[in-house]
């Protein structure tokens, strides 16, 4: 794109990949102009990145918060107009403001505008996994319709895109392409038993080893719950059968996920763990660009390790590809039930245990298992919330 400056969405512009992506964005002002930032409730937050990025609109989420928002703006960027509300999102998405769609929300509140950006023909840079997990075939399915570009920032699947034959999306098909290996830190408690796991605390859990990131996806890590979602987010991108989507435990995150092919060739994508590679290689597309990542320093390093997870003391990964292998309305109970218990463990409502707790019962109790279209599949992320609250409430997990 010499000569055409991109004009970027970043939904989720306050959390960890949408500071990332700014950073990105504001090494190549020739390239990239961000034109819309979002952010859930974080009003302040989002000012001071109007202040900086002056783009042509901002949308907090969370509608109460639009007087604020508006008079923060009227001050700080008067440039930028004020939207609010998960209607807002979709708009913007999917609307000229914008040509690339950072989806860069957490949890499946990021849906909505991550389908508009596909419906619209955007590209699209998903970190959002949950909104694959959820709408995966929706998602996938718009995207071919309208040829928008899919790209995904997921470090693993990045990884994975840049180690396929092109096309990437829907690659597994291919005949020489035998397995996809995805790699997992194993998070902080790697190597931990169940009896320890049982004390553990919202701050040892968010403190993961290698990245800085959100808290949701910080706890995720921990349960290697992030991995079980990774395996259906890989299903998906790759139209990779679940069987054919393999797990290794990688704890210095260095080689970031590999191909096998039927060769016996495996390739690898290495790098520093830093999401700014992945969101800039989603950004300047096909052509590289400078990250501000540091080299990778392999002497220095100087050993890489792999072992097996650990699917006993960390159920949530099982249950991930027992979800994967049971259709769409398993995996969108699996990550409501996952998103609620996640956010009851934060507040100390929820012991760590608890998580796959909910999780499994929730399944277990939820039978309706046709969702293939959105109604549907909102109806039941809904009824697996209400759900998971009530076990969390009557502390049956
Ligand atoms: P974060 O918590 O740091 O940021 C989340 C962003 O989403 C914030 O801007 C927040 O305001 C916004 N948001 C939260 N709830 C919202 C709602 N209901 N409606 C609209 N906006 C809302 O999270 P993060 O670590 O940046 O992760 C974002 C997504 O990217 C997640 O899906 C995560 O799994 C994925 N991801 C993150 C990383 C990482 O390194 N942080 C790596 C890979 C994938
Ligand atoms: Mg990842």
């Known amino acids: 794109m010499v000569g055409t400056v991109r004009k970027i969405a970043v939904l989720g512009a306050t959390g960890s990949i949408g500071g990332s992506t700014l950073d990105v964005i504001a090494r190549h002002p020739e390239r990239f102009r961000a034109s819309a930032l979002s952010a859930n409730a974080d009003v302040d937050g989002l000012v001071a990145l109007c202040r900086k990025f002056s783009p042509e609109v901002a949308i907090i989420a969370r509608e109460d918060l639009y007087p604020a928002l508006r008079d923060g703006l009227a001050e700080a960027a008067p440039a930028t107009r004020a939207m609010a509300g998960a209607d807002a999102l979709v708009e913007v998405a999917a609307s000229g403001l914008c040509d690339t769609v950072v989806a860069a929300i957490v949890g499946s509140a ?29 998602l996938m399915q718009a995207v071919r319709a309208s040829g928008a570009q899919l790209l995904p920032v997921d470090s693993e699947h990045n990884a994975i895109y840049q180690c396929l034959p092109a096309p990437a999306i829907g690659a597994v098909r291919h005949p020489t392409v035998r397995r996809l290996l995805l790699t997992a830190s194993g998070g902080p408690f790697r190597g931990w038993s169940r009896e320890r796991l049982a004390q553990v605390t919202p701050e040892q859990a968010c403190a993961h080893p290698n990245w800085r990131m959100g808290r949701k996806i910080s706890v995720d890590s921990a349960t290697l719950m992030n991995k079980g979602l990774e395996v259906i987010e890989a299903h998906w991108l790759f139209d ?9 435990v990688h ?9 096998q092919y039927c060769d016996g060739s495996t390739l690898a994508q290495l790098g520093n763990p830093d999401m700014r590679t992945a969101l800039s290689y989603g950004l300047a597309w096909p052509e590289r660009i400078e990250a501000g990542v540091a080299d990778l320093d392999l002497a220095a390093i100087a050993r890489l390790d792999f072992q097996p997870p650990d699917e006993v003391a960390f159920p949530c990964l099982r249950l991930a590809r027992e979800a994967l ?9 699996l990550n ?5 218990a996640v956010s009851a463990f934060l507040q100390g409502r929820l012991r760590f245990l608890g998580i796959a707790a909910v999780l499994e019962t929730t399944l277990a109790r939820l039978h309706e298992r046709a969702a293939d279209d959105l109604p549907a599949l909102l109806e039941t992320d809904a009824h697996a919330r209400r759900i998971a609250q009530s076990l969390i409430e009557s502390e049956d997990c």
């Open 110 to 138: 990021g849906l909505g505008s991550t389908l508009a950006a596909a419906h619209a023909g955007k590209r699209i840079l998903l970190a959002n996994k949950e909104s694959i997990v959820v709408g995966g075939a929706l």
């Open 336 to 340: 409501a039930a996952n998103e609620v």
């Open 251 to 259: 704890p210095q995150s260095i080689v970031h996920s590999m191909v």
């Open 240 to 248: 990779a059968p679940p069987e054919r989507i393999g797990v290794v």
């Open 325 to 333: 292998c049971e259709g769409p309305a398993a995996t969108t109970v």
